[in-house]
């Protein structure tokens, strides 16, 4: 079965403060994706990044940053210089592909992030 | 940017009426999805669809939902009975063929909020 836990209910940072998001998957596919959305007070769902599982490089984006450890099943998402922009609640989730499409869509319970200024 | 879009933004309904949830997904994509998230908890898969067939549903999608694609562009979400429960936003999404060299994104529609009465 696939789990994924976001164990961080809700982080308060104050402004400019770095702040990681923490999540860790279960899952016993060999190739698997995983994602991080944004969903700000308004309620829609906004794409942040997504991994392959044979894709164990990290990446940055500006002052967002993801690092991906495969030994721990973990895929942790930082915010560097937080911005009171940044206030959402933040899910990871995972999934599986087959024949074209994905599968298996799993999301977290979310972590809500609040940036104080 | 192409977006997927659905209406309404929001729905009211009295318990045990029927309703039908609307998506635009994106032209050129193949494979599309719903998801349920109801108020301050996870979202979750409902069901998948490609090829004009469902490919994927969860233990949600009971004999109450169905799901259709009436013409080349809509995407809909049928509950035949609502209940309390059916309370949440829905959100329909779309993708183009996944392949593990490629990485296409899974796109979210901004939501329809479903509140049944």
């Known amino acids: 079965a696939q789990k994924v836990t976001q164990a961080q209910t809700e982080i308060s940072v104050v402004e400019k403060e770095d702040v990681t998001l923490d999540c860790v998957y279960e899952t016993r596919d060999t190739t698997y994706y995983l994602f991080w959305y944004k969903q700000p007070p308004s309620g829609e769902l906004v794409f942040l990044i997504r991994r392959n599982s044979f894709d164990e490089q990290n990446e940055i984006s500006g002052r967002y940053s993801w690092n991906f450890q495969k030994s721990t099943s973990s895929f942790n998402f930082t915010i560097t210089a937080s911005q009171v922009v940044d206030s959402a609640v933040y899910f990871c989730?995972?999934?599986?592909?087959?024949?074209?499409?994905?599968?298996?869509?799993?999301f977290g319970t979310g972590t809500k992030l609040q940036v104080i200024p | 940017e192409p977006e997927v879009t659905q209406t309404p933004s929001h729905q009211v309904t009295q318990m045990g009426q029927e309703v039908i949830l609307r998506c635009v997904p994106i032209s050129n994509h193949l494979y599309f999805y719903w998801y349920r998230q109801i108020l301050g908890q996870k979202v979750e898969f409902l069901v998948s669809f490609y090829n004009n067939e469902i490919s994927e549903k969860s233990e949600i999608f009971d004999d109450q939902f169905s799901v259709e694609r009436p013409d080349g562009s809509n995407f809909t979400l049928k509950i035949r009975s609502t209940k309390l429960e059916d309370s949440a936003m829905y959100f329909c999404?779309?993708?183009?063929?996944?392949?593990?060299?490629?990485?296409?994104?899974?796109?979210f529609g901004p939501g329809t909020r479903l509140t049944v009465l």
């Open positions: 999404a779309s993708n183009r063929e996944v392949r593990e060299s490629r990485r296409p994104t899974q796109y």
């Open positions: 989730a995972l999934a599986r592909a087959n024949s074209g499409g994905y599968q298996k869509v799993t």
